[in-house]
């Protein structure tokens, strides 16, 4: 299983960045062809001092394959497009092997 | 249910993090009251240049009161203290409560 970890630094404005992850790019990953499960944690807090990130996503995919045909995928290139939009300068993006 | 992820950049000596995190770490963590289920992804990659991380590990606590219970156990106390001799200047944690 590959999972794609997308991780969010605290924008200007929460608010807004809030919509924008709502209305318009959340329906566009959900169209991602291959996507299966996605989890998000938002509002993060650390134990001391302030959190590295306001929001990690996370996106499931069932093998390599899978993956690598959705990152190729039409759609995939519509929601990059879209998080670069609103997102750019926050976000930042690892993927890898699932364990276990 | 609350999500704690473990963000660990890469180490200067892989092998040696990898070592001692299967062998001491995890095994440790294991040991926390109310921890549910663990998750690691290791070596991560990024779309382009080096990744932010080498090593993301995700660890699910029922509610906020488990989670309270388990950080303060015993149990986390020696976790953590491991923690910190081998990965102190390579991790950063962040939690938060999983949507949807």
Redesign the interface.
Known sequence: MI?L?A?FKRPEDVEEFDRHYREMHAPLMAKVPGLGR??????????RGE???YL?AEMYFRDKETFDAA?ASEENRAAGKDLMSFARDVV?????????
Chains 1, 2 share one sequence.
């Open positions: 999972k970890v991780l996605m989890e998000a944690t938002r509002n993060l807090k650390a134990f959190p590295e990130y990690i990152m930042s993006m690892v993927y890898g092997e699932v364990e276990g």
